[in-house]
């Protein structure tokens, strides 16, 4: 009897084991997606699934097939990278502070050859609430006195309007409310505010920053919800102090920003600078610190930045020590850009060429669309357009994934396609490392009088 007992539930046990495993063979699941929470506004989103869905020769295509429905909506594209993986670009990026649902939807099936069964699964993610970021002090000239003043700039993860902000900032110091005036106005990022010094002693003075909810995000129904504390404390006014380093390279030029406690005089500035290894450069003092650039400066070396002690503030701060930092720039950020930055008439008599700077691209394709004479009204009172794109990062060495945006001049139903061609950068000429392009449309070009737009992009993003 015990046996027959054991045999049955045997039996039961590999009956539903065979079924789970049909059922899994026949099932249609998320293995993979990209994001988990907090995402950016501009990410694309990517989900891969467990079976091959999508035919070959579709992929790569942009496609407006509603495959995952938002709530909220968010307007965008879709492009199968894989047979089984699909991702989502949005078209005007996702809103701030906005709690998100994604789910599948029965369209994800359309084009594949064999029949999944699939739950319309759901998934919850948000973008970041607006926070401050980082905060800077310095002492500085009053906007509307020449006496010195306490300048506060609060930096924001969205654009905000920055007289509002304002109105909902309080600053204390140990206890006692302080009187603050704004530095700027209109909307933006950074929000300037400033403030009599606290105290006339060699000494750092603490300083309490509460920034009440309610405050707007351009562009944006939302509105922060939580107030937001920060501690911080107001440098000396007779320790001149280097307070921050920003690096950027373009490909062409590397620039560092230097930041100071106080601004700092122009006398022998440079001599008070030193850089290892040693590289030509140019300095120039602007109201936060001072700037250097130089063409020679590389983004695969790291250098040592030397400030001699010898450096005076212009309110009479004075270094106590030497200071000694390293400085890398990194791994550049692909970029496509034209040297000359805005729209040009070229002459019939001139050189009909245009340069190019590009980072890290190794094609780029360039198109040129002549413009319809029956369209050139249409077309002019168009203005660019703002398109984004997002890179994650796959390879565990590099830096962090980034994204960028992009402007380009919708031709779509204005004009012909004149010229398009392909370029393998690795070929071009390089200047620092930035590969350099120069396009010559003089033989291309038959019926020169008109207008032209030029389009140059990763042939890859």
């Not at 699964?121 to 980082?134: G, V, Y």
């Not at 002492?139 to 902000?165: C, I």
Request: charged share 20%.
């Amino acid at each position: 009897m015990k046996f027959i007992l054991w045999v049955s539930v045997f039996l039961i046990g590999c009956l539903f084991f065979c079924i789970s495993c049909n059922t899994t063979k026949n099932e249609l699941i998320v293995k993979y997606k990209n994001f988990d929470g907090e995402i950016e506004q501009q990410q694309n989103l990517v989900f891969a699934f467990n079976k091959d869905i999508y035919p070959d020769s579709l992929l790569q295509s942009w496609d407006s097939t509603d495959y995952i429905e938002f709530n909220p909506a968010v307007k965008g594209m879709f492009k199968w990278n894989s047979s089984s993986e699909l991702m989502f670009s949005p078209s005007q990026g996702f809103q701030p502070g906005t709690e998100y649902t994604a789910t599948l939807t029965s369209f994800i099936l359309n084009r594949s050859a064999k029949k999944y069964s699939f739950d319309k699964e759901s998934f919850h993610f948000h973008t970041a609430p607006l926070r401050i970021t980082d905060t800077h002090l310095s002492y500085t000239r009053g906007k509307n006195t020449s006496n010195v003043m306490v300048q506060l700039d609060l930096n924001f993860n969205y654009e905000v309007k920055l007289n509002e902000a304002a109105s909902h900032l309080q600053l204390s110091s140990n206890g006692n409310a302080m009187s603050i005036m704004t530095a700027n106005e209109g909307a933006g990022k950074t929000l300037s505010i400033q403030f009599s010094p606290v105290s006339n002693r060699d000494e750092e003075t603490p300083l309490t920053i509460k920034m009440n909810k309610g405050i707007s995000v351009n562009h944006s129904k939302y509105i922060s919800a939580n107030d937001t504390t920060i501690v911080d404390s107001i440098p000396s006014r007779f320790n001149l102090a280097v307070t921050g380093i920003i690096s950027n390279h373009n490909g062409v030029e590397g620039t560092i920003t230097i930041n100071t406690s106080e601004p700092v005089l122009e006398d022998s500035l440079k001599r008070n600078i030193s850089i290892e290894p040693s590289v030509p450069f140019e300095v120039a003092l602007n109201d936060a610190g001072f700037t250097i650039t130089s063409s020679k400066l590389l983004p695969e070396q790291t250098y040592q930045l030397t400030v001699s002690k010898n450096l005076q503030g212009s309110f009479g701060g004075k270094m106590k020590t030497d200071y000694s930092g390293s400085v890398f720039f990194g791994k550049l950020k692909p970029s496509v850009a034209f040297i000359n930055q805005k729209g040009m008439y070229l002459s019939s008599q001139g050189y009909k060429n245009l340069a190019l700077n590009i980072v890290n691209i190794p094609e780029v394709e360039v198109s040129v669309v002549k413009v319809y004479e029956n369209n050139l009204e249409n077309f002019m009172r168009k203005d660019k357009e703002y398109g984004y794109g997002y890179e994650e990062n796959t390879n565990d060495n590099d830096d962090e994934n980034y994204y960028g945006d992009y402007q380009y001049y919708s031709t779509e139903d204005l004009g012909d396609t004149i010229f398009k061609k392909n370029y393998t950068t690795s070929k071009l000429p390089k200047q620092n490392a930035a590969a350099i392009l120069h396009l010559d449309f003089s033989d291309r070009i038959k019926d020169y009088n008109g207008i032209y737009v030029i389009t140059v992009a990763s042939k890859q993003h």
